[in-house]
T-cell receptor, first 112, second 114 residues
């Protein structure tokens, strides 16, 4: 029979455009978040992190925004490249209450 | 540093057999994590160690699963007896200090139990 797998939200973006990937978290006490990128056949790789005393942090072509009021994170990738195609996870590594460390992920497709 | 090293990369075994997955964390890291990734459940934390001591094993699915860290440079995840539903990719990760920093992941072990 058909297997029901984890349905990953998918975002398709034209190469060179900007992309925004969103993530909601549940624990209002969480104060540290990480974005990871996972390419096919590889383990997750750290992209950027943010602590709750900040609402924005920038890296190279990436920006993370944190809205503690609505418990929401976003990852913005500027000028997307083919190598940005991957699954992106937000992680709440200190969330020990419900053991949900990683979000379910978003698959980013970069269109030529 | 070569990063987190896991072995084997692929493992195919028959139901009922014992499976041992191995991990060498990054030198100097004092926290080590074992994760399991499946299509059904995503990425799940099974257990983590801090300074070689298991801190939280509540993610370990059943008594068939056990993990050890005999020293700072080596950890094993054992499944005995293995079942088809254990088929997944198992990742080991290490970090400098506890959960409050980025974790560096290995390439994973793809386990298939037939």
């Amino acid at each position: 029979g058909e297997s029901v797998g984890l349905h990953l939200p998918t975002l398709s973006v034209q190469e060179g455009d900007n992309s925004i990937i969103n993530c909601a978290y549940s624990n209002s006490a969480s104060d540290y978040f990480i974005w990871y990128k996972q390419e096919s056949g590889k383990g997750p790789q750290f992209i950027i992190d943010i602590r709750s005393n900040m609402d924005k942090r920038q890296g190279q072509r990436v920006t993370v925004l944190l809205n503690k009021t609505v418990k929401h994170l976003s990852l913005q990738i500027a000028a997307t490249q083919p190598g940005d195609s991957a699954v992106y996870f937000c992680a709440d590594p200190l969330n020990r209450d419900d053991k949900i460390i990683f979000g379910k992920g978003t698959r980013l497709h970069i269109l030529p | 540093d070569a990063g987190v090293i896991q072995s084997p990369r692929h493992e195919v075994t028959e139901m009922g057999q014992e499976v041992t997955l191995r991990c060498k964390p990054i030198s100097g890291h004092n926290s080590l994590f074992w994760y399991r990734q499946t299509m059904m459940r995503g990425l799940e934390l099974l257990i983590y160690f801090n300074n070689n001591v298991p801190i939280d094993d509540s993610g370990m699915p059943e008594d068939r699963f056990s993990a050890k860290m005999p020293n700072a440079s080596f950890s094993t995840l054992k499944i005995q007896p293995s079942e088809p539903r254990d088929s997944a990719v198992y990742f080991c990760a290490s970090s400098l200090r506890h959960m409050n920093t980025e974790a560096f992941f290995g390439q994973g072990t793809r386990l298939t139990v037939v």
